[in-house]
Structure formats: C-alpha cells, structure tokens
C-alpha cells in the first residue's frame, strides 16, 4: 500500500488491544490490522509499543494525518459553557492517576460538551514523538459523535450497545434525541445481557417495540448474542459508519465489527 501523505490512520487504544485502519484520500478504509498485548507486555510500555511499530511497516513509515483515540472509564463530560482548559484536572477529578497521565480533551459538536480524558503519560509522549502530526481522542467521544449523526434521525426508539471484550457503551435514543449514555464493565453473558434489561427498565425501553442494536466484538455464534437473542425480539447489528468507504477485502468482517475504530 502507497504511503500517500493525503491518507489517514485511525489508531485505538482499548482494552489491552491497538487495532488501526488505512484510509485512502478517496475515503476508502483500505486495510485493518490488530495487536493484543498480555499483562506483562501492557507493564513495559512504551517499549513494547515502539517494538511494535518498528515492526508494522505501514505504521513505521506513515506520513499522512493520524487520530489516536484512547479509551478511559474515567472521562468527564463537561459543557461547553462551563469549559476551561486550564483546569483540566479539576474536571477530570480523578486525582490518583494524574501522575501518571497526560489530560486531553476533545469537543462533542452535537451536544456542545467537551470530554475530559487520560492517556498513560509514557505512550503519549512516546506517539506525540514519533507522530507529531498526531490528534489525540476519548474513543468515547467519537463513538457518542457517531451515533448522533448516524441515529438521531431515525423514527422510532432505539438502544445501541457497542461490545468490547469486558466492556460496553449504551446508549438510548428517545423521540430523536439521546436520553442515556453510560459504559458498564461485565465479566459473564448474563452481566451483558443484564445491563442491557436493567438500562432499558429504567429508561422505561419496550423492548418488544424498540430495536437493540449491536456493535463491535460480538457474534451470532457467541454466549453473548446466543443468550441475548432469547430476550430480546428485535435484536439486530449495526452497519458500518457511513462517512467512509470500504475495501471490498474487508467484506471478510461483519459489518458491524471495529465500528469504533471507523467512528474515529
């Protein structure tokens, strides 16, 4: 694959796992690949992750623009009326951790708040020095964005569910606005598919009226979607965010697999 200097990467950091994407000047997401790191591997960072683009030659080598998105259960929404950078800790409260952590934050048009985030200090100064050209994200932030564009328009009720490997973001649109953001951690099927009752009880959600759609790592051959299925009737999956195009090799995917990463 050319490196064009018009292209982008998309890069996410979440759950012990760096997938990134190729986006042609045409639009077109080109390629897709993923790194999983162990426990031990995530303690040596940054060292393993300059190994690792070292090792990727697209990554090694790319010149064109980049978004770096980060997942942080800790990030704080805050609006836009109230926003200040230079009080970015305040904001973000989570004091523990601020040795430690680089503070960013992204703005969230649609809803006119911004979103307080954190990146382990030693990987942003590793990315900053070897991408300078870098944007840095809360893949939260990108994926709320997503959702708004994508969904608000639609009639009817909806609760999406975007599912990593012990982590899911849910989020309900009522009458075309959203009512309900949050993430949950879950461990087992039945922590999923709690989640997703107990959002939709109190959110007061029919859900034999109202679509449950389902992005990211989560299969029909899966104990997620299996046990799912059984309670919820209008169970489906998403498609793939439409501001790009894709590969025809990408087809080998569900169209609803590394929706967060092509929200970036």
Avoid at 65 to 77: E, N, Y
Avoid at 80 to 102: I, P, R, T, W
Avoid at 147 to 168: A, S, Y
Avoid at 248 to 260: E, G, I, R
């Amino acid at each position: 694959m050319e490196n064009n200097a018009k292209a982008q990467a998309n890069l996410l950091f979440k759950e012990k796992k760096l997938v990134y994407c190729i986006i042609g000047p045409d639009k077109e997401v080109q390629v897709v690949h993923s790194y999983e790191f162990s426990s031990e591997q995530l303690k040596q960072m940054p060292d393993i992750l300059e190994q690792l683009i070292l090792s990727d030659d697209i990554l090694q080598r790319f010149v064109g623009k980049i978004h770096i998105a980060f997942s942080d259960l800790h990030h704080s929404l805050v609006p836009k009326d109230f926003f200040d950078a230079q009080e970015l800790a305040a904001f973000y409260g989570v004091q523990a951790s601020l040795d430690n952590s680089h503070l960013c934050y992204d703005f969230i048009p649609l809803i006119d708040y911004f979103n307080v985030f954190s990146i382990p200090r030693d990987i942003y100064n590793y990315l900053y020095k070897h991408y300078p050209q870098a944007q840095f994200h809360c893949d939260f932030s990108c994926l709320l964005s997503n959702v708004l564009t994508e969904n608000l328009k639609k009639k009817g009720n909806q609760l999406l569910v975007n599912v990593g490997k012990n982590l899911m973001e849910v989020f309900i649109i009522k009458n075309q606005q959203i009512t309900l953001q949050n993430c949950f951690e879950f461990q087992t099927s039945e922590d999923f598919l709690y989640h997703i009752l107990n959002t939709a009880q109190v959110e007061h959600i029919d859900l034999t009226q109202t679509a449950v759609i389902l992005l990211g790592e989560v299969y029909k051959t899966g104990s997620l979607y299996q046990l799912a299925n059984q309670y919820l009737p209008l169970i489906q999956f998403s498609e793939r965010p439409q501001k790009y195009r894709y590969n025809q090799a990408l087809t080998q995917y569900p169209s609803h697999l590394y929706y967060n990463l092509f929200a970036i």
